[in-house]
């Protein structure tokens, strides 16, 4: 009995054996596949090939490799392709007639397994482009605007890339050139376009080869009118007795661009806006008659080739000065005159006061003919007090457009007149801009006026 039961031990002991064996083989196992790895893609010269990964089984994390072989048109005696190691493939030449099959392998922790896909059809070599539609251009054909080329139409393989050439061409649409650096889609038109036509020649390049296919000339490119980008601006405190400053703003266009200046008095809610007669400086000094109104300045910029108008935004309501009673003391220097005017010296004039110009009038109206042109004005302060003794003169903006005007003493009423001539220089029409700059020993004012012209 005794040996009975040292045998059943035994056996017991050996039975228990097998089932720590049996754990220690399931702790984990390399990836197993379910579903091949498939390939996606036109079988066409240049076109590009995806690998799927397929499907798989795993207990831990996968990552996946790839090698893209060469095979025969039956999908056998297959090598692998250099370099050829990503989920993507492009079709070479060396692939037309030949399969391709991709060898996916995934990784786990445990260790890795292979999964080849089934081999595609026959590759075929690439179609060269065609162009079947010409190229075309869009956009205004004036300096400083942009054009635009559209490909056209184009068979062949895909992919197809396209490259542009820009030419300068005659009035006709003839005897064209490239223009250097005009190699994108888009291009400018510069100043050296005017009075040419403009084409663009597209390249369209695939695995096969290469075309070349030229759009139909452009319209003559002449100068554009002005076109403002940025508006313009008003500074300065609203109160009566300040004063305002105004800028142009930022304008594209060709050749010489002249501004004319307007300001304007509208109600604080921008309606009911109308001219301040004589305010076309590019400063103004706020009055009695404007509290209670916004002001703003708009702005014409005019070329060769036409004009353009912006305004600014609306200045706060203008209020009031602080200095609200009338007094009776007499600013040394004035005297009274006969149209019951109270005229002062310009030697008079403080530093601390602001000057203004009044009645402007030219005679004539317009310059024909770069015909000599009259301008009379009175000076001012701010009080109203005609100025007398300043003196004052007339350039253009733009020197050599116009002779410089002598400058001249104003009259006992602040009364003046200037003549300014235009130079052969000058534009034949539009308008010419002068400055008038009125000077005292304290003060000194300059101004923008301006006069049209014609032929």
């Avoid at 499907?55 to 692998?80: F, K, M, Q």
């Avoid at 600013?331 to 009645?359: C, R, W």
Wanted: contains cysteine.
């Amino acid at each position: 009995m005794r040996r009975f039961a040292l045998l059943a031990g035994a056996l017991l002991l050996l039975g228990a054996a097998p089932s720590l064996a049996g754990d220690a083989r399931t702790a984990g196992s390399p990836p197993s596949n379910n579903a091949l790895p498939t390939i996606s893609g036109s079988t066409t010269q240049g076109s590009a090939l995806a690998a799927s990964s397929g499907s798989w089984s795993s207990d831990s994390a996968l990552t996946y490799t790839y090698v893209w072989e060469r095979c025969d048109n039956a999908g056998n005696n297959c090598t692998n392709i250099g370099g050829a190691a990503t989920a993507t493939y492009t079709l070479q030449l060396a692939d037309v007639g030949q399969t391709i099959v991709v060898a996916v392998t995934a990784h786990n922790s445990t260790g890795a397994a292979t999964a080849t896909s089934a081999h595609t059809a026959v590759v075929s070599g690439a179609t060269p482009p065609a162009n079947t539609a010409l190229p075309s251009v869009s956009g205004s054909a004036t300096v400083t605007s942009t054009v635009t080329a559209a490909n056209g139409t184009w068979t062949g393989s895909s992919p197809i890339s396209y490259a542009y050439q820009w030419e300068r061409c005659d009035a006709a649409g003839g005897t064209c050139a490239d223009i250097a650096g005009a190699t994108a889609q888009a291009y400018v038109v510069a100043s050296a376009d005017q009075g040419h036509t403009l084409r663009v020649a597209v390249n369209g390049t695939n695995a096969a080869g290469g075309a070349q296919a030229i759009s139909p000339a452009t319209a003559v490119v002449t100068l554009g009118a002005p076109v403002n980008t940025v508006r313009p601006t008003v500074t300065g405190t609203a109160k009566q007795g300040q004063t305002l400053t105004a800028t142009p703003g930022t304008w594209t266009g060709s050749g010489t661009i002249t501004f004319a200046l307007q300001w304007w008095k509208c109600a604080p809610d921008g309606n009911n806006c109308s001219t301040i007669p004589n305010a076309t400086a590019g400063t103004y000094v706020l009055t009695a008659s404007d509290v209670g109104f916004a002001l703003k300045m708009r702005v014409t910029a005019t070329n060769s080739a036409g004009s353009g108008t912006a305004a600014s935004d609306l200045t706060a309501a203008v209020t009031a000065s602080a200095t609200t009673t009338t007094t009776t003391t007499t600013t040394p220097g004035t005297v009274k005159l006969p149209n019951g005017e109270t005229s002062i010296q310009a030697s008079s004039v403080a530093a601390t006061d602001h000057l203004a110009l009044s009645k402007i009038v030219f005679a004539p109206t317009v310059s024909h003919k770069h015909h000599a042109v009259s301008l009379t004005f009175k000076v001012q302060t701010a009080a109203k007090y005609d100025v007398s003794g300043a003196i004052a003169s007339l350039a253009a903006s733009h020197r050599t457009w116009a002779k410089v005007s002598p400058a001249t003493v104003t009259a006992a009423d602040g009364t003046v007149s200037l003549t300014i001539t235009p130079t052969k220089k000058a534009p034949k029409s539009g308008r010419l801009t002068l400055t008038v700059t009125v000077r005292t020993p304290a003060v000194l004012l300059r101004r923008l006026v301006s006069v049209r012209l014609r032929p």
